[in-house]
Structure formats: C-alpha cells, structure tokens
C-alpha cells in the first residue's frame, strides 16, 4: 500500500524527538533493530542500517515501538509503508494499519511529550 497521494498532508502533523528502541520486520523472518528518532500520529523515522536488506520507497514492512511508559500496555506495533529512504540515516514510514491498543498507547505517549518539545516537519 503506498504512502497518501499528497505526502505533503503528513508533514503538517506534529512530531516528537523520542528516542527508543524499534524494530522493523520484512517478510515472516528478517527482523532489523533500531532507533526511533521523532514520531507523529501518522508516522515517524526510524534509524535503522538497511545496508543489509534491499528495501524501496512504497514497500510494507512491520514495525514495533518499544513503549517508553513501560505500564504493561504493550508496545506500539502494526504495518507501514516507508515514504523516504535516507542512505546512512535509517527511513521514514507512514503507518497503514495500527491496532487500537497501539493507537491508544501512541496517543498517550504524544499528549505526554507536550507541545513544547514538537518540531514541525
């Protein structure tokens, strides 16, 4: 599933410095750790070595947060298309499928990072 027709939209979200752990899975068996580095309702960059994995703008791919909470609510998982690649720096995704319990728990960690600290991309 690609990324929204006007990739211009998800930039006006507001987006959040956060660095936690984070994972993205291709396929049923190749699963790459890394960083999140910021985040939004709709999407967030990771800092991930792709050196790897041969991986192109539109692909789906999972992806999994580690919760920062840490309140036993899970970590925050579902599917996304990466939208941009950056050589060296790891890739933006946009998310395509989030389950609620994940929906919640990103919007609780969001309210709880304040305006103050967003950063309009």
Not at 15 to 40: H, W
Not at 64 to 76: F, R
């Amino acid at each position: 599933m690609p990324y929204p027709p006007n990739i211009n939209e998800q930039r006006r979200e507001q987006r959040f410095n956060l660095e936690l752990p984070a994972q993205i899975s291709v396929g049923s068996q190749l699963i790459i750790n890394g960083k999140l580095k910021n985040i939004s309702l709709k999407s967030a960059f990771l800092a991930i070595k792709t050196d790897s994995v041969y991986l192109k703008t539109n692909d789906e791919i999972g992806f999994m947060i580690e919760d920062p909470l840490k309140n036993g609510g899970g970590n925050i998982e579902g599917l996304a298309c990466i939208s941009r690649i950056e050589i060296g720096a790891g890739l933006a995704i946009y998310f395509t499928q989030i389950d609620k319990k994940s929906e919640n728990l990103l919007k609780e960690i969001l309210n709880q990072q304040g305006a103050s600290n967003a950063n309009y991309l």
